[in-house]
């Protein structure tokens, strides 16, 4: 199984990654590795990362991009060409391995002698030349590193449609060996799987055809053939859809919403759902894994968890949170539609226990540098820090050392989207599976996850307002009832229920929102009817079965 993805977060010393998908892609290839499952990934190895984000003086956010040198990245030796812009470009092929992850193939432009550096330097960073150009290296480079290590594969999983021009390639390989296009598409088609993450048509990138064949997208197809692939102007997750036997969404909310939104483009794979999940080593505290499985008190490993968090918080800001109060955390990227200032949108509601310090609200995230609108979202959320200095705090630059400070320390996770775009958000599933209680609108994974006041908090108005501003009012007058009603009472006055919701979170979640399910999933529901298409499977395989008494269901 060769899996393709733009970004990969396996550990903050390897800034590759910009959000929640790469980190999704890492803890995917780390539950191969903990399986034994026969799966590399594929990527590009990004020289100056997503981006450093830091704060300024005025509360601006400004990105700096450092040169990386990644001495630990292996160099296998072995190189493979793609065209770009009709010219020759070289892509060393490196390897990692270090992370217990299945071994992560990552193709680097970027190295002395190189003209072409600039393809490889930034993640999402440049305009369409640029991304066109990285999306030719992941996809058509990326089938001809398998070529050049001898892999052989059975099934390409396509994570986002940045990687189609590997279906592409994959045709061109069958078109040169003498199949009509039509054939050799079909042929493509049931050896591909794609996952759709982008539950909002107009997030989905599209291109021009006159760049995509200016900067040797087309890789020896015509106008016409792309066509019938992706449309005009050239939609890549309609390619995706159309090159692929399977899609799936990332959660059961999400496959409603995929397959209502894209019912719409003919001749694509059917779209079913499988949930995201995450990495328990990676993001489970070692002491909260302990005292759940035998059965001990939480609270003891809990406040460790949080005394390190406000620790670090202490020491990257003036902040001086109470460990005895109540702590919210909400850390994304800064989108509109994750409401992140939702809680501050009537802010003489919560002055007072924000006053008393009986609420603390720690945020971090980061906007992308060509993104004002999530700029100005973090520049609101550092004046609400500089504010309520001790009881909102914004930590700068975050990554997945803060994610996992954050995920394990807060008290309470708040995630308050507007239904129904947030496809999954697995940062609530890494909270749940410490006990950090989620207070959350129904949308993505939480459709299927915490129950209310057992297992954590929802906000009642399920039903999606057509207009935002009445769904902003709505979910905000359930937000401050739910917090006045049920969350601050239930800490500061009933600490046996706390410690008894925050058992049945982990009971909820550690194997149900597990990558190790996750890729269970994947195996049994995409890959497996994939390869037994075919006359023949090249390698037998077999996926462990879950042992028993690994997850109990609470409800």
């Given at each position: 199984m060769a899996y393709f993805c733009m970004e990969y977060g396996l550990n903050w010393r390897l800034p590759i990654y910009a959000g929640g998908l790469g980190v999704l892609a890492g803890d995917y290839l780390k539950a191969a590795r903990e399986l034994g499952l026969p799966l590399i990934g594929i990527g590009i190895l990004w020289r100056q990362d997503y981006t450093e984000q830091f704060i300024g003086a005025d509360g601006w956010p400004y990105d700096i991009y450092p040169n990386y040198d990644y001495e630990f990245v292996k160099d296998t030796g072995r190189t493979v060409t793609v065209q770009v812009e009709g010219r020759n470009v070289v892509c060393k092929i490196r390897l990692v391995d270090q992370y217990d992850n299945a071994p992560l193939y990552l193709l680097d432009t970027n190295f002395p002698?190189?003209?072409?550096?600039?393809?490889?330097?930034?993640?999402?960073?440049?305009?369409?030349?640029?991304?066109?150009?990285?999306?030719?290296?992941?996809g058509i480079g990326g089938v001809r590193l398998l070529r050049a290590l001898g892999i052989d594969v059975d099934v390409y999983h396509f994570n986002e449609g940045h990687a189609v021009l590997a279906g592409v390639e994959l045709i061109r390989e069958k078109m040169e060996r003498g199949m009509p296009f039509q054939e050799a598409w079909q042929a493509t088609r049931r050896q591909v799987v794609f996952t759709t993450h982008?539950?909002?048509?107009?997030?989905?990138?599209?291109?021009?055809h006159h760049d995509l064949q200016a900067l040797g997208a087309y890789n020896g197809l015509s106008y016409d053939e792309m066509f019938r692939l992706g449309g005009d102007p050239f939609n890549m997750t309609e390619a995706a859809l159309r090159l692929c036997t399977l899609a799936n969404a990332v959660s059961n909310l999400h496959g409603h919403t995929a397959r209502a939104m894209w019912r719409h483009v003919a001749d694509t794979g059917p779209i079913i759902s499988i949930t995201n999940g995450v990495h328990v080593r990676t993001w489970q505290s070692p002491d909260i894994h302990t005292a759940f499985r035998q059965g001990r008190d939480l609270w003891k490993p809990h406040m460790k968890c949080k005394k390190e968090l406000i620790s670090y918080a202490g020491a990257h800001t003036d902040a001086n949170i109470n460990p005895d109060g109540l702590v919210v955390g909400f850390a994304r990227r800064a989108a509109g539609y994750k409401r992140s200032d939702l809680i501050f949108r009537n802010s003489e509601v919560i002055d007072p226990l924000l006053r008393e310090g009986k609420l603390q609200l720690i945020f971090s995230g980061k906007a992308h540098p060509n993104d004002e609108y999530g700029k100005r979202i973090i520049r609101d959320l550092v004046r609400m820090d500089r504010?309520?200095?001790?009881?909102?705090?914004?930590?700068?630059?975050?990554?997945?050392?803060?994610?996992?400070?954050?995920?394990?320390?807060?008290?309470?996770?708040?995630?308050?989207?507007?239904?129904?775009?947030?496809?999954?958000?697995?940062?609530?599933?890494?909270?749940?599976?410490?006990?950090?209680?989620?207070l959350s609108v129904v949308d993505g994974w939480v459709g299927e996850g915490p129950q209310h006041g057992v297992?954590?908090?929802?906000?009642?108005?399920?039903?999606?307002?057509?207009?935002?501003?009445?769904?902003?009012?709505?979910?905000?007058?359930?937000?401050?009832?739910?917090?006045?009603?049920?969350?601050?009472?239930?800490?500061y006055t009933d600490r046996h229920r706390w410690v008894d919701m925050m058992r049945a979170s982990i009971d909820m979640s550690h194997y149900q929102f597990s990558s190790l399910r996750m890729i269970r999933e994947y195996y049994e529901l995409m890959y497996r009817p994939v390869m037994e298409q075919g006359d023949e499977i090249t390698a037998p395989w077999m996926i462990p079965e879950r042992p028993a008494g690994e997850h109990t269901r609470y409800r």
């Open positions: 002698g190189s003209e072409h550096g600039w393809i490889t330097t930034r993640l999402y960073g440049g305009g369409c030349r640029e991304r066109i150009a990285q999306e030719i290296v992941l982008t539950p909002v048509e107009a997030g989905n990138e599209k291109h021009s504010k309520y200095k001790d009881s909102v705090v914004f930590l700068e630059n975050y990554n997945m050392e803060i994610a996992r400070l954050m995920v394990q320390g807060c008290d309470v996770w708040l995630n308050n989207p507007l239904r129904p775009l947030e496809a999954s958000g697995t940062s609530g599933m890494k909270a749940a599976m410490n006990g950090v209680l989620n297992s954590g908090w929802l906000l009642d108005n399920l039903a999606a307002n057509p207009d935002p501003v009445k769904q902003d009012e709505q979910d905000l007058q359930s937000l401050y009832h739910v917090l006045f009603s049920d969350v601050v009472p239930t800490f």
